[in-house]
Antibody, heavy 122, light 110 residues
């Protein structure tokens, strides 16, 4: 059974940093691209970032480019999202999602985690 | 900011047919497959339709998808109370080099 468990969310002040983690199990983690998707309170889903199976290719939404960094450790079956210079508008529930292929583009998400809440507020 | 446009809400009585539209452009729906997700806020979204009209195993055949040009649709036939949820379309956008989601449609079963 595929399982994705996010952690690392919490309350942080504007301008602060936070690192999210996503522990994966039930599939060969190193064979699949992964992504982060978020949902702000009362808003819809927004894709944030993606990474290929090897970590060699990364993709970012314009709203987070230059502030967020996606990475993965295939030896630990874990996906990360380093978030720097956080803004109030980054407040959201952050989901980890598995893609069906290796590259991370023109693909789709077949499994999602339950999410971890990030609140940016002074 | 969502690039794909959906109606904010749709509703029907049990057993009725409901359709949800998703409007995009040549850089996303026009050049990519469309996917549909069912989502109850705070829970893991669920894949309903992939590659425009394919259903994953376990998804009832009451759900069907279609695509024409730069628009797509999700149809729910034989509406049931458990279908109450938010529904999102999604596609890869070549101009943005990223995924885009629809604005979301809340389905209510009256």
């Amino acid at each position: 059974e595929v399982q994705l468990e996010e952690s690392g969310g919490g309350l942080v002040q504007p301008g602060g940093s936070l690192r999210l983690s996503c522990a994966a199990s039930g599939f060969t983690f190193s064979s699949y691209a992964m992504s982060w998707v978020r949902q702000a309170p009362g808003k819809g889903l927004e894709w944030v970032s993606g990474i290929s199976n090897s970590g060699g290719r990364t993709y970012y939404a314009d709203s987070v480019k230059g502030r967020f960094t996606i990475s993965r450790d295939n030896s630990k079956n874990t996906l990360y999202l380093q978030m720097n210079n956080l803004r109030v508008e980054d407040t959201a529930l952050y989901y980890c999602a598995k893609l069906i292929g290796r590259d991370g583009y023109k693909d789709y998400f077949d499994y999602w985690g339950q999410g971890t809440l990030v609140t940016v507020s002074s | 900011q969502s690039v794909l446009t959906q109606p904010p809400s749709a509703s029907g009585t049990p057993g009725q047919w409901v359709t949800i539209s998703c409007s995009g452009s040549s850089s996303n729906i026009g050049s990519s497959y469309v996917y549909w997700y069912q989502h109850l806020p705070g829970t893991a979204p669920k894949l309903l339709i992939y590659k425009n009209n394919q259903r994953p195993s376990g998804v009832p055949d009451r759900f069907s998808g279609s695509k024409s040009g730069t628009s797509a649709s999700l149809a729910i036939s034989g509406l049931r109370s458990e279908d109450e949820a938010d529904y999102y379309c999604a596609a890869w956008d070549d101009s943005l080099s990223g995924y885009v989601f629809g604005t979301g449609t809340e389905v209510t079963v009256l």
